[in-house]
């Protein structure tokens, strides 16, 4: 399967985005997806999953609340709305996929493919 993120770009803190990740060369539905981020100088950090289907989600502490990871299998395109932005959340955002699983991954070796990343950076 193969990965584009997309969305990405300049907001003010409080602002919002909606990230898309969209799939190709298979179908979205064989695949866990999950979104990551990297920001300047620090290590790539989880931020969301999800299951195959959408009925399982989960969301790093520092965004909870304010992020939502969700996905239309039939545009094959798994989102990240991201609401009330705040400087902090400046990183390049990848999205990446696993085969399904009932459970889900939270460490960088749980996925096998990766999209190329998307910058968001939120001004003060």
């Known amino acids: 399967v193969q990965l584009q993120a997309s969305g990405g770009g300049l907001v003010q803190a409080g602002g919002s985005l909606r990230l898309s990740c969209a799939a190709s060369?298979?179908?979205?539905?064989?695949?866990?997806i999950a979104w990551f981020r990297r920001a300047p100088g620090k290590e790539r950090e989880f931020v969301a999953t999800?299951?195959?289907?959408?009925?399982?989600?989960s969301h790093a502490d520092s965004v909870k609340g304010r992020f939502t990871i969700s996905r239309d299998n039939a545009k094959n395109t798994v989102y990240l709305q991201m609401n009330d932005l705040k400087p902090e959340d400046t990183a390049v955002y990848y999205c990446?996929?696993?085969?399904?699983?009932?459970?889900?991954?939270?460490?960088?070796?749980?996925?096998?493919?990766w999209g190329q990343g998307t910058q968001v950076t939120v001004s003060s």
């Open positions: 990446a996929a696993r085969i399904r699983r009932i459970i889900l991954g939270y460490t960088e070796r749980d996925y096998d493919y």
């Open positions: 060369g298979q179908p979205l539905s064989n695949y866990n």
């Open positions: 999800d299951t195959w289907d959408g009925s399982r989600t």
